[in-house]
């Protein structure tokens, strides 16, 4: 095997209390296999070394894929948990540290409820950032200054990367790969194991969540309400009944509790229907359009890949469960 003269680009993971130990050991496993193939080339590796707080508040390296050799991370890596993002005050010096870091020229990035961390710096604020799609709301409840966009796997914003759900730290490390290593060695890496390197996003994955706990008793009746009858005509008079509210009044609650405009919402419940009907059932498209509330398939195709950036039979393609067997 060839081994690379250039120098060994070290990127650092941030352990925290119960974080996903899953993407740890796999993020690692996969930058040994993107060196190996890296050193094939004449390239450099990949040095990965791992860091933890400790009681007086600084870090230290717990693992090292290069131990004894002096450096710095030109990247640190925070990752998400399966018990959700942790509070402010968990986050504190974690933040502090990374601060710190990005101020010294280090890349950061956050998987999943890793970026909840990584906003506590303060360093997102005004910039896009993903992070699990079922975390999302809360995300927006803690840093409404924050741009968040959960529909995309990864968004890489050059000194700030962050991906989204759990799994979503493949696509991180190819991401990174590409950046440290090139976009050969990324491909040969995705090839060797089985990542598709390109084209995923979140919102292939992501079901509708509505808002509920938004405290608006007149909009939750409706939410109530829309959950059995979305798969037929409706007009906003008629919602807007149901809550006993003016038109006018009525569109800006409902835009205030839930985050969107009815018909925005309604074209959710529908699409998540729809998206039922694709994977356990085999009637054609223009069926469960037509199941679903629409009379016009061709709308309702353009409705489905406006809000998960498929076509349904692209859909039913990748996720049916007669597809699959």
Known sequence: ??????????????????????????????????????????????????????????????????????????????????????????????????????????????????????????????????THWQFAEDFRCRFPEVQMEPDRMVIDDGDIVTAGGLMAWTDLGMRIVDRLLGPSVMLETGKFLL???????????????????????????????????????????????????????FLRRFKAATGMKPIEYVQHLRIGKARELLEFTRRSVDQIAWEVGYEDAASFRRVFNRILGLSPGEYRQKFAAFAAA
Request: aromatic residues 8%.
């Open 1 to 130: 095997m060839a081994e690379g003269t250039a120098e060994a680009p070290e990127v650092g993971l941030v352990l925290y209390r119960d974080c996903q130990t899953a993407m740890v050991h796999g993020i690692t496993d996969l930058f040994a296999v993107a060196t190996y193939f890296s050193r094939q080339h004449g390239g450099p590796s990949l040095r990965v070394s791992h860091w933890c707080l400790n009681e007086d508040g600084s870090f230290s390296r717990v693992y090292d894929t290069d131990p004894g050799r002096p450096g710095q991370p030109r990247m640190l890596i925070v990752p998400g948990r399966l018990t959700g993002p942790a509070g402010l005050e968990e986050a504190a010096p974690y933040a502090r540290w990374l601060l710190d870091r990005h101020g010294q020229g280090v890349t950061l990035a956050a998987t999943c409820g890793g970026t909840f961390i990584l906003a506590a710096t303060g360093l997102l604020a005004g910039r896009a950032a993903t």
């Open 195 to 249: 990542i598709d390197p390109t084209g995923r996003e979140q919102r292939h994955y992501a079901s509708f969540v509505p808002r509920l706990t938004h405290g608006d008793e007149a909009i939750l009746k409706v939410q109530h309400w829309l959950q059995e009858r979305a798969v037929r005509a409706i007009s906003i008079r008629e919602i807007a009944s149901q809550a006993r509210l003016e038109e006018r009044t």
